[in-house]
């Protein structure tokens, strides 16, 4: 089958195309960053340049790109460069387009979840027929959070009662192919890690590895959002779907010598 991954350089896209591939698809990477190989495609959803190119002959689209880092491009990457990509992959002919999306974010008051529910909507379209996989936050996000909490001198400040369900990325990538071998299903049921913990619980695993000199204190956010993610609503408790702990995910990215 051959394949197209947008974001296949990001922490999911790259466990995507490697197992697709060990599974003898084609997988073509389409990426903001230049790259080699006829299988690399570098091209943007918010000008639009080289996507043409990149849904050329293509079966199925996992779109997995995103601009979580820059709030002020949600909606022109999220948003209107779903809307474009899926327009040229109808032209195209793609059968099948498959979107990573995110568990609980309805109603949640965080700016990029609005976008990516709106990505979601622009997909129900049936612009191409579609699938939505929806997971909760991979581990490294977790890490990504926690090197932001951390870079005051010997603290790390950690809102001590968000509770996340960590997942592998590997993990995530491995249900996609299964999507992608199967036909366009709507939406799926949604995909959690195998533990729920607070963000207090994960700090202490994380700083225990890589910062043991920084002392943990709470951090209280007078913000909506911050009360939410506190209340689990980003969890998915019924669905224990994958099977590797942070601990484990620490101890198999930073071995013991």
Not at 6 to 12: C, I
Not at 130 to 148: D, K, N, P, V
Not at 229 to 254: I, K, M, N, W
């Amino acid at each position: 089958m051959r394949v197209l991954v947008t974001g296949g350089t990001g922490a999911l896209g790259r466990e995507v195309v490697t197992q697709l591939r060990a599974k003898g698809h084609r997988a073509r990477i389409l990426s903001r960053k230049p790259g080699a190989g006829a299988d690399w495609i570098q091209g943007d959803l918010v000008t639009g340049v080289n996507l043409e190119l990149a849904v050329k002959d293509i079966e199925t689209i996992v779109h997995a790109a995103s601009d979580a880092a820059h709030p002020r491009r949600y909606n022109a990457t999220d948003v209107l460069g779903t809307r474009r990509l899926l327009a040229m992959a109808r032209e195209a002919g793609v059968r099948h387009a498959v979107y990573v999306s995110i568990v609980g974010m309805e109603g949640v008051a965080y700016p990029y979840y609005k976008g990516k529910l709106a990505a979601e909507a622009v997909m129900r379209e049936g612009i191409v027929p579609w699938s939505i996989l929806r997971a909760t936050q991979f581990h490294t996000l977790m890490e990504t959070f926690l090197g932001g909490m951390s870079k005051l001198p010997r603290l790390a400040t950690v809102p001590f009662k968000w509770q996340f369900q960590p997942i592998d990325a590997q993990e995530v990538a491995a249900r996609l192919v299964e999507v992608v071998e199967a036909e366009p299903a709507g939406v799926l049921p949604d995909f959690g890690g195998p533990e729920v913990r607070d963000l207090k619980g994960l700090a202490e695993l994380w700083l225990r590895i890589r910062k043991p000199d920084k002392r943990l204190v709470n951090l209280w956010l007078p913000f909506k959002f911050s009360r939410q993610f506190e209340s689990g609503r980003l969890l998915c408790p019924e669905h224990r779907d994958g099977t590797v702990t942070f601990e484990q995910y620490l101890a198999r990215r930073y071995p013991t010598p």
